[in-house]
């Protein structure tokens, strides 16, 4: 079993929608919380950085955490054809050694069409 | 302010050979992490380095080697390339503090045939 999982899609809205992503793990030791963007042939852009459980808002961007369930999920409001990309979960646990130590969810490819 | 950068951005090798990639991290990190991403897959975490030094490996055999020099840029090494070795390889790097996040360059597409 993976550590995180995450649900490959693909995923295809139209414009305007709302968009959820999702995220399950397995270590307790994860403290740390990010979403990053990846589009075709660059490498992941950083959206959403959260510590612990809770929600984070940034534009159209909703981070949640829910660390009793360990269950992630990053929310797009009205989503726009330049959301399309391939979205990534990843997490850490804390602590000196684990500061470049990123555990990737598969990838969820989201296309959105006008 | 200069991102993440990698160079080169394409690489085509046959299995055997040696490859080198090399990493220079965003302005102000020091710690740089290497990370490999098959084609639909995430990235997976090779190692870390910080102050010239390997601070943690990932699931990869010793045929993955490192460096990191003084100005903090780093290469990735891989020996005996196997077909498997295909992926891209992605570097980033962030500050040496708890609350400080990755940033990723756009990576090195290494073709193994």
């Known amino acids: 079993q993976k550590e995180v999982e995450q649900d490959p899609g693909p995923l295809s809205v139209p414009e305007g929608a709302i968009v959820s992503l999702n995220c399950t793990y397995s270590n307790s030791a994860f403290q740390y919380f990010m979403w990053y963007r990846q589009y075709s042939r660059k490498g992941p852009e950083l959206l959403m950085y959260?510590?612990?459980?809770g929600n984070k808002e940034d534009g159209r961007f909703t981070a949640q955490v829910d660390k009793s369930s360990k269950y992630i999920s990053l929310f797009i409001r009205d989503s726009q054809p330049s959301d399309s990309a391939t979205y990534l979960c990843a997490m850490r646990a804390a602590g000196g050694t684990s500061y470049g130590k990123l555990t990737f969810g598969q990838g969820t490819i989201l296309t959105v069409h006008p | 302010d200069a991102g993440v950068t990698q160079s080169p951005t394409h690489l085509i090798k046959t299995r055997g050979q040696q490859v080198t990639l090399r990493c220079s991290p965003k302005s102000g990190h020091d710690t740089v992490s290497w990370y490999q991403q098959a084609l639909g897959q995430g990235p997976q975490f090779i190692f870390q380095?910080?102050?010239?030094?390997?601070?943690q490996r990932g699931n990869f055999p010793d045929r993955f080697s490192g460096h990191q020099f003084p100005n903090y840029s780093s290469e990735l090494n891989v020996n005996a390339l196997l077909l498997g070795d295909s992926a891209l390889y992605l570097c980033a790097s962030s500050s040496d503090r708890e609350n400080s996040p990755l940033h990723f360059g756009n990576g090195t597409r290494l073709t193994v045939t």
């Open positions: 959260t510590y612990s459980s």
């Open positions: 380095y910080y102050e010239e030094e390997e601070r």
